[in-house]
């Protein structure tokens, strides 16, 4: 085994975390355990809306769904007041989605309670190792665009 085999302990990590997280953010951030698709949708409308116009069908790569499971969430999401679809300003025969202003605050939640849980996690190690690994954390996400 060489030092650079990070693939194991990767999928550790997100097999640990994906049972984990959920319900952790969700009650934290909102006080309630059924809103973590409500966390999902705004998180996916702004990556996806990075780089243009959040759609979504762009939607659905973030979250890896299909277009009609996509579809579900940003409905449901739209309904609790979190997202609205509106027309497009580049072509008006397509449909967007962005975030409302309650989108925006749980937005901003659940990136302050993942800070939260990375300091956390990171808190025995010397400033410089957190910082470098926040920074491949960033690059990896952005290399594969999420």
Known sequence: MSDADGGPALFRLVRFWSRR?????????????????????????????????????????????DHSGASRMVRDAAEAGY??????????????????????????????WQRRVFDELTENWEEQDRAQFAGYLRRLAGELGV
């Open 21 to 65: 997280w959920s319900t952790r953010a969700s009650a934290e951030v909102t006080g309630e355990m059924r809103h973590v698709q409500h966390i999902q949708a705004v998180e996916a409308v702004q990556t996806a809306g990075q780089g243009g116009e959040a759609t979504v069908n762009a939607i659905a790569h973030q979250l890896g769904l």
């Open 83 to 112: 997202l609205v679809r509106t027309e497009s300003e580049k072509d008006k025969r397509r449909t967007v989605v962005r975030l409302t202003e309650s989108g925006e605050q749980l937005l901003a939640g659940a990136r302050n």
